[in-house]
């Protein structure tokens, strides 16, 4: 990638001489490189380095733009910081390949997974739960007066019958007709300025961290971001709400654990913006809509990287919910194993 070249070029841009930077280990499936930036009596800085030609210059401004916003106006984000060009997005081609650029503030404290998901001493874990609503109540009630300058891509734009006709295989056709289905569904329903607006869509504790002596929560990551539906972030808050009782293997107690769970994540929630019963009577409907996102992600990650499609335990597991309408991503149902959760066995495409 010509990382001296690059580095050096970003350092002058963005005012980083004299930091040390260093290069974080991707994920599978990233889209970034991503380095951290120290320096002595300094805050730290994020510096990110798209170089996939997968997004444009109006999707990267986009995203900027609503993080500075939701910033200013107090919501709990990594601000995105300016370059010595009063920029919030830079734009570097070289050897003929064009880098979109931006430097973020580095979110406080660490993520759940680097305090091996044990929360804060001395507190509660359900006031964990309550911050995690509360956090992003604050982003939906900002985002509700929200008026883009650069507009995100809408749900639809991404997620139509023509698209998961293309990515999903032929021998899938049942999965297939159940999203169209489940499409035809969301089309029907309220898109109005209280129920759909910007949305991080993938809200989770990998993309934020936790101040530990204070419970705070910092949210980052909102290369995901677009136009959707608020319940839709909220769902992926219950989806992710079942790893705390996914070994429990009573069905009933794990019922009980998820609805007091997410009972407390939507005081949180509704002590910042409102949101109609009716919108959350949608909830397992949502969930199916995560479920969703998660198999267009799969094949499109196997799509990237030139991989033969195959169904491995989990994909198949969330394929079978959706092919049998099994609701609540199976969690209640006998599908679901608490020895091995969220798999069902592999099948052929």
């Known amino acids: 990638m010509g990382d001296t070249y690059l580095l050096t070029v970003v350092s002058e841009l963005f005012g980083l001489e004299g930091y040390e930077i260093q290069l974080i280990p991707a994920h599978d499936g990233g889209r970034n490189v991503v380095y951290t930036c120290e320096k002595e009596g300094v805050d730290a800085k994020i510096l990110r380095i798209a170089f996939l030609p997968d997004r444009s210059r109006e999707d990267f401004l986009g995203e900027v733009e ?32 064009t880098f979109f650029v931006c430097l973020f503030e580095k979110a406080k404290g660490k993520m759940l997974v680097e305090n091996n998901y044990r929360y804060r ?13 509360k956090v992003l109540g604050k982003l939906h009630q900002i985002s509700k007066g929200y008026t883009p300058v650069h507009r995100r891509y809408s749900f639809f734009d991404k997620f139509n019958a023509e698209y998961i006709d293309k990515l999903i295989p032929t021998s899938l056709s049942l999965l297939k007709e159940k999203l169209v289905e489940l499409l035809k569904t969301l089309e029907g329903l309220d898109r109005s300025q209280e129920s759909f607006g910007m949305i991080h869509f993938d809200y989770n504790d990998g993309n934020y961290s936790i101040d530990f002596d204070t419970g705070q929560i910092t949210v980052y990551d909102f290369d995901n971001s677009c136009f959707g539906w608020y319940m839709y972030d909220l769902a992926g808050l219950w989806t992710h709400g079942v790893g705390w009782i996914q070994f429990e293997p009573d ?5 009980k654990f998820m609805d007091e769970y997410f009972g407390t994540v939507l005081a949180g929630y509704r002590s910042e913006t409102e949101i109609d019963d009716s919108m959350l009577d949608k909830l397992p409907l949502f969930i199916k809509v995560c479920i969703m996102e998660n198999i267009v992600d799969a094949f499109e990650v196997m799509q990237n990287t030139g991989e033969e499609p195959e169904c491995d335990e989990e994909l198949s597991y969330l394929i079978k919910c959706l092919e049998d309408d099994i609701p609540y991503q199976g969690f209640f149902h006998e599908i679901y194993s608490c020895e091995e959760p969220f798999q069902y066995e592999e099948r052929n495409i």
């Open 66 to 97: 609503y993080i500075r916003y939701l910033f200013e106006h107090g919501g709990s984000v990594s601000n995105v910081i300016s370059s010595r060009n009063e920029n919030l997005l830079e734009e570097i081609t070289h050897n003929n390949h």
């Open 121 to 133: 001493e001395g507190a509660p874990i359900s006031e964990y739960y309550y911050n995690c609503g």
């Open 251 to 255: 069905a009933s107690k794990r019922r």
